[in-house]
């Protein structure tokens, strides 16, 4: 499974970005707003190790362990604990750190809804808290991070439809990861219509049902990997699904209910492909 360090690597250069600029001493005077968002993320987690009681003491949150600020302000420009040990809810308070550009929260035993007002949040870039046991529906809000490049919501207990509006005012979007949830129904066709930059979609191990919708990638030209398998998706596989790709180099439609003949024109466009 390849597909899981793709948006790992992508939030190490950001992080990396931010700090080569941005992880200089602070001023005393912080933003208050920034410092009650996150006092309020770590009141509602469990901190079994210690790690946000050692880390985040005083109001210098410039300095804490997992965050980073911009140069020319004590703003919080990255949030990122992959793999700290805690346990809890995401609080709702994390939308009001609005220069918030990178989110990462990959494996921390997260637990209950999605917030949707991490919607606030229109700075942000990267968001990923794929490996948790984030349960209920995607929230729509989501849609309304335009800058938004990578998400990751794999690997949680998510359940319900995608939402068939959720991106389409997300322009920038390059990854979507929705593996190994709970996710049902059918897939919007239109739900890429706005997504140009789009170069990875894993929508596998889900419980996607219905029909491969024969437009649902009519605008993503740029698209390297497919996966739509382990899911209970029935039917023929439109004839013109790839026409749009030429980049395309991985498809995964197995563990499917498909049925009938594969078109002999599905791949006539398709002149990179390395796995199918």
Known sequence: YARIPIIVIVLLLALSAISASSFSPSPANG???DLGALLAFKALLADPHGVLARNW????F???IGVLCSRRRQRVAALSLSDTPLAGPLAPHLGNL???SILNLTGTSLTGSIPPELGRLRRLRYLSLHENSLSDAIPIALGNLTRLEALSLSFNKLSGQIPPKVFVRLPKLETISLTENGLSGQIPPNLFNNTPSLKYIYFDDNRLSGQIPPEMLLSVHNLREFWLNENGLSGQIPPHLFNSTPSLRIIYLDNNSLSGKI???MLL??????EF
């Open 62 to 64: 410039c300095h804490w």
């Open 263 to 265: 078109p002999a024109e």
């Open 98 to 100: 609005s220069f918030l």
């Open 31 to 33: 933003s208050d707003t």
């Open 269 to 274: 466009h398709v002149h990179n492909l390395e």
């Open 57 to 60: 003491t005083g109001t210098s």
